[in-house]
Structures are given as C-alpha cells and as structure tokens.
C-alpha cells in the first residue's frame, strides 16, 4: 500500500505539533531526572541522630561535632547522675 497524501510540507504542519509536545515531555523529564539525581546524592542515607559516626574509610567511631563528644549523650545507665546528698538532722 502507499500513502493516500504525498504532500510532505503538509505532513511536516500537521505533525509539528504533536513533535513540540513529545520534545517539551522528554527536556521535563530529563531535568526532573537530573533534580532528582541531584538531590539523592545529597541528601544521602546518613543515620540521622547517631551519637556515634563511623568513619566508613577506617572504620574507626569518631563523635558527632553536633552532638557533643561521645559521652556527652543523654543520660543513661552508664552515664547517670549521683543523687543528691542531704547532711543527716542533729
């Protein structure tokens, strides 16, 4: 079978349309692509809210300079306070 319409310049108005459309599509795409990249690689999979950071190129723990030093963490068992002390009454 051939084409009914060998009118190319014709065929060129009609799809001009429908082509910008399909160009408009694939630029979003691939600048949402690229934001999206983008913001995985900073935003990353940190632990959040670790007293503790380890180091991934020696594996050594070091503290979190947000937190404060490796003892300065909330209290617990190991790190809890002495209760007060009262002076007996005479």
């Given amino acids: 079978m051939s084409a009914s319409e060998k009118d190319l310049e014709k065929q060129k108005r009609r799809h001009r ?3 910008i459309g399909i160009a408009v599509v694939l630029v ?7 934001w999206w ?5 900073v ?9 503790v950071l380890i ?8 503290a979190d300079p947000a937190r404060g ?3 300065d ?3 617990g068992a190991d ?8 002076a007996p009454a005479d």
């Fill in 37 to 41: 990249l983008g913001y995985e690689a």
């Fill in 73 to 75: 963490g909330p209290v």
């Fill in 43 to 51: 935003e990353g999979n940190a632990p959040r809210d670790a007293d």
């Fill in 28 to 34: 979003f795409a691939l600048g949402y692509l690229i």
């Fill in 79 to 86: 790190n809890a306070p002495a209760p007060p002390t009262t």
């Fill in 69 to 71: 030093s490796v003892g």
């Fill in 17 to 19: 349309g429908p082509l």
């Fill in 55 to 62: 180091d991934g190129r020696s594996g050594e723990t070091e």
